[in-house]
């Protein structure tokens, strides 16, 4: 089955410090994986695509397959990254259908 | 430019009642639509998804149903709504899945 696994609901981190984000997904093809934030009183938008190979606001994430993994990372945390992550897998079968995980609220303090 | 405007922004509904939550699209042509519920603790979860007018697929046997008359228009629906239906409620477009989705501003449902 294709499911995507975030194991922390909740990760705080003081401002400065590293930013490990988890994300597991299990899928038999070829993964393409996404990172959406939800901050406060905002939308949900995309932050990052596997595919793309990008950083945004000094996020990057790497697929490993080996691992089945594609943990968010940012080495210095900011006040403004706290939020709520979402991990995201597409799905085959037409439709360009995404799974998402279950969230993990990041709470940077000061 | 490209947006999504999703309405009511909060609902307070007897259970028994119908419900309509409308989600339109600018901006963008036969885009794929979608239905998704924001669950604390579960994350977000596909109800239905839309490759076209008239063209409905639900993922998850519930209470609920949707529509797309048009092709920047989905609808969703319910005869008769349960306290079991109370969440938020999120419509999404995309067309290129490389993009990722545009989500809307969501829907807080509450049913009494």
């Known amino acids: 089955a294709q499911r995507v696994t975030q194991p922390e609901k909740l990760l705080s981190v003081f401002k400065g410090a590293p930013v490990e984000l988890k994300c597991n997904y299990s899928?038999?093809?070829?993964?393409?994986l996404f990172w959406y934030v939800q901050y406060s009183r905002q939308r949900l938008q995309l932050l990052l695509r596997?595919?793309s190979r990008e950083s945004i606001k000094g996020f990057t994430a790497d697929l490993n397959k080996g691992e089945t993994s594609f943990h968010l990372k940012k080495p210095f945390a900011q006040e403004e990254d706290s939020a709520m992550y979402y991990c995201?897998?597409?799905?085959?079968?037409?439709?360009?259908?995404?799974?998402f995980g279950t969230g993990t609220q990041l709470k940077v303090e000061l | 430019s490209q947006t999504i405007h999703q309405w009511p922004a909060t609902l307070v509904q007897p259970v028994g009642s119908p419900l309509s939550l409308e989600c339109t699209v600018e901006?963008?042509?036969?885009?794929?639509l979608y239905w998704y519920r924001q669950a604390a603790g579960r994350g977000l979860q596909l109800l239905f998804y839309?490759?076209?007018?008239?063209?409905i697929s639900s993922e998850v046997p519930q209470n609920l149903s949707a529509s797309r008359p048009q092709d920047r228009q989905f609808i969703l629906s319910s005869k008769k709504l349960l306290l079991s239906d109370s969440g938020f409620y999120l419509c999404?477009?995309?067309?290129?899945?490389?993009?990722?989705?545009?989500f809307g501003s969501g829907t807080r449902l509450t049913v009494v």
């Open positions: 999404a477009w995309s067309v290129r899945w490389r993009d990722g989705y545009t």
């Open positions: 839309s490759v076209g007018i008239g063209q």
């Open positions: 901006g963008t042509s036969n885009p794929n």
């Open positions: 596997h595919i």
């Open positions: 899928y038999s093809g070829s993964p393409e």
């Open positions: 995201a897998l597409l799905l085959t079968g037409g439709g360009n259908k995404l799974t």
